[in-house]
């Protein structure tokens, strides 16, 4: 359980720094005003600590069963699957400054590891 709290607050924390409702696809990003890159809080541990957040959650539940165990498989391939396209679209949009935090922040879903 302590695992799925540090997973859902992760994912909140990360979801505060991007925006929330901009997330969610309620509110559109103002494309009159430059949009900043910003590497804190979250970011500074992993590229995608969101994705991260969600492998906590769905990993770390007391009691496994099959199809929990299958959904926590699935959603984690897709969500390993979308970083290749993910990072494409932030590079398109911040270019330099993400090749930047590419470079310096090795880890995309897992310290230490990947």
């Not at 559109?28 to 957040?53: C, M, N, W």
């Not at 959603?75 to 970083?83: C, D, G, K, M, R």
């Not at 494409?88 to 590419?102: H, I, N, P």
């Amino acid at each position: 359980l302590a695992i799925q709290l540090v997973g859902v607050a992760l994912t909140l924390r990360a979801a505060r720094i991007v925006g929330v409702w901009e997330l969610a696809g309620v509110r559109q990003p103002d494309h009159t005003k430059a949009i900043e890159f910003r590497a804190s809080g979250p970011f500074a541990i992993v590229r995608h600590p969101i994705y991260l957040g969600w492998i906590l959650i769905v990993f770390a539940t007391p009691v496994m069963t099959t199809s929990q165990l299958l959904f926590a498989v699935v959603s984690t391939a897709y969500l390993v699957a979308a970083i290749p396209f993910e990072e494409r679209s932030l590079v398109e949009a911040f270019g330099d400054k993400y090749r930047t935090y590419q470079r310096e922040m090795r880890w995309r879903l897992v310290p230490g590891l990947w």
